[in-house]
């Protein structure tokens, strides 16, 4: 593949007698729009931790923006963001605040964070809302603010760990044109998302049942094959057999 940013090769986790995440092997390019799907306890979580630098594998080889997952994991962090549904912003901190922070972590100097908190400011219309606890703001917000700090040192990849939940339609619609912004300024997104509807919206996507990858394709080729009118039917024939969820 082209512009390969994520490259796995045998992926494998293991916990003692345990195999979370199987022999995963994919490739995902640059500014791909790449669904990670799976049903709960399928390893999922695992499989984006190892990919994170946040979990060591037991075995197999992989490199994401060019660094190998061993031996180059700070370097990793540096060139990804990270949302996750359960958490992502502090809410005892104001809106300023958190970007603030977040800039800082993400090491943008001051004239660089000035400039993309101006913008990040502008193209979500949060300037009145710049002072006001992120607690006190509507999930919707959160959501979207989230994902703005995720990406605001121009990462390689992002990965979004199911960044929608519980945000009602036209707010996860919203949250999805962010994420065709960032790709199309050339950032990869790794998403796992619940919502059928929004594997839709990817460009490929991968089915995990019992910590192995099961099929992997665009979702118009996906329902072709398995003769399903959606990929909630697609995901339904391959994970309704699954043996471990959690």
Request: charged share 25%; hydrophobic share 35%; net charge positive.
């Given at each position: 593949m082209?512009?390969?940013?994520?490259?796995?090769?045998m992926l494998t986790k293991r916990f003692g007698d345990f195999v979370a995440a199987d022999s995963i092997t994919l490739e995902v390019g640059k500014g791909e729009i790449f669904g990670f799907l799976g049903a709960n306890g399928a390893g999922k979580t695992t499989a984006?931790?190892?990919?994170?630098?946040?979990?060591?594998?037991?075995?197999?080889?992989?490199?994401?923006?060019?660094?190998?997952?061993?031996?180059?994991?700070?370097?990793?962090?540096?060139?990804?963001?990270?949302?996750?549904?359960?958490?992502s912003l502090y809410e005892d901190l104001t809106v300023s605040e958190n970007i603030d922070f977040f800039g800082g972590i993400y090491g943008l100097s001051r004239k660089d964070l000035a400039e993309k908190k101006e913008a990040l400011v502008q193209n979500l219309g949060l300037q009145a809302h710049l002072k006001k606890l992120v607690g006190s703001i509507p999930l919707g917000w959160k959501q979207k603010l989230s994902f703005s700090v995720a990406v605001i040192h121009d990462p390689r990849i992002v990965f979004l760990d199911e960044p929608t939940g519980g945000v009602d339609p036209l707010t996860r619609r919203q949250f999805w044109d962010l994420i065709y912004t960032a790709s199309s300024n050339g950032i990869t997104i790794f998403v796992t998302t619940h919502y059928m509807d929004e594997a839709e919206y990817c460009n490929r996507v991968s089915i995990m049942v019992d910590g192995k990858v099961v099929a992997l394709d665009s979702p118009s080729a996906l329902k072709t094959y398995f003769k399903a009118s959606s990929m909630d039917d697609v995901f339904y024939q391959l994970a309704r057999n699954a043996r471990r969820s959690e």
């Open positions: 082209k512009d390969t940013i994520i490259k796995t090769s984006m931790r190892m990919l994170c630098g946040l979990s060591i594998p037991t075995s197999g080889e992989a490199t994401i923006a060019g660094y190998d997952i061993y031996t180059e994991r700070e370097l990793i962090k540096k060139k990804i963001g990270y949302m996750s549904q359960k958490f």
